[in-house]
């Protein structure tokens, strides 16, 4: 149990020491009781019970009779990621100190499922299940009093609609997963706005993303702001983002892969685009040719960047896929490469000014620089772009020392080494920050979106 702080049991203490017979009148004593009572409920309601339950004696204290810091500043947001490969929750808890200022972020609480909503799309009920379980988590997190101002809501990334348009079922995934998680939503305790449930246009995904580390790293407020550059590498898709430094970079780029938006009281013109098709499994299947196959259900996909002996099957969106090593022909990293770089040459934009910056990046490129002990599983860490061209090539040319866990970790590394340098563009050392968290929150759009919802609810400011 909590322990009580140290007012609330002086209080409680008093109450229960007190002796028979009073000193005080008779006449004074049910106004002394009742003194005592109010003083000792509220002091454990202020500081124990207030941002953790509802209890009967809530009504008797006025929502402004706590002192700050207690629940009349905290307020609370709940965003779900319905990403390719899987459903994630996260509950922010924010502090508002002063009217005049940024709220605080104290906290967040995440968890994640797997598989993605995609891969429920013959079952919606199913994966609106999942939705309902993680859901159930918020009702733990968020106090009573809390939840009918605390908005929940669920956006799917464009991930999610390329599968959907690929198996041609996208109006199930448009229409009822979507539906039914909407009544998932309606049938909690929380605030739910409209358009609670969609799918984000993948430009907000890269935005979101950049808002996110940048305000975790302190460069959305005070001076000396220096913002810094985001990659995010999904399933489906992935998303450059950074603030153009020099003129040239805006004159040179197109004007789709330029972004203004506004947030707390700041607007950023923003290079951002998501590639669609561009994510670590998506390469995966362009890589085998699947993409081009009708029919891909009993063809035996092959390539040099998978174990030579390896046959085996992969399930990604709800679509079995077979594949295999060469068996007669060559495998490792320069036949590898050839074949991943592809999938990337002459397809994305080129900003010259990224060679010159280091950039955050997270999700699928810290994944693999973790399971390849390029960086701290906890801590991430520094790599530079040509750390993971080293890294492919180790486990490419040495495929059964490497590939126990995943036989795609040599297609991985190489398509990564592929996508930053032959994609972006990115100079051999340029460094990248991997990370998966910081001050102990997650680094993804979600909190950016979180922030963009609470202003429009005029929930902040
Ligand atoms: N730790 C963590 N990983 C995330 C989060 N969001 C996405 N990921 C990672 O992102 C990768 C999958 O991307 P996903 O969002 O499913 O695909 P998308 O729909 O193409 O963006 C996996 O490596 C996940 O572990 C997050 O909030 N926290
Ligand atoms: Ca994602």
Redesign the pocket.
Known sequence: MTPLPSGATAALGMLIHTPAVPRFPCRMAPIWLIGFLVLALSSIYCTVLHPKQEMWFQGLFPSNMCPANASAYTFYGIMF??????T?I?IYTFVQKNPEQLPELEGEI?E?VKP?LSAYASEPKKGAETVRILLEMAKEAVPPSHWKKTPVVLK?????R?LSEQKAQALLLQGMIPRIVREVFEKSPFLVPDNSVGIMDGCY?GILAWITVNFLTGQLYGQNQQTVGTL????????ITFLPRFEETLEQTPVDFLSSFEMFNSTYKLYTHSYLGF????ARLATLGALEIKAVDGQMLRSSCLPKQLEAEWHFGGVKYQYGGNREGETGFEPCYAEVVKVVQGKLHQPDEIRRSSFYA???Y??RAADTNMIDYEKGGVLEVRDFERKAKEVCDNMDMYTSASPFLCMDLTYITALLKEGFGFGDNTLLQLT??VNNI?????LGATFHLLQSLGLTH
């Open positions: 990621d319905a990403g390719s490969t899987g994630r996260h995440f994640s993605g799917a990334t464009a991930g999610l390329l995904e995010d590498l999904g399933g489906a898709s992935t998303q994510g670590l499994k998506a997270f999700s699928y810290y994944d998966k968290k997650e680094t993804s759009w979600a």
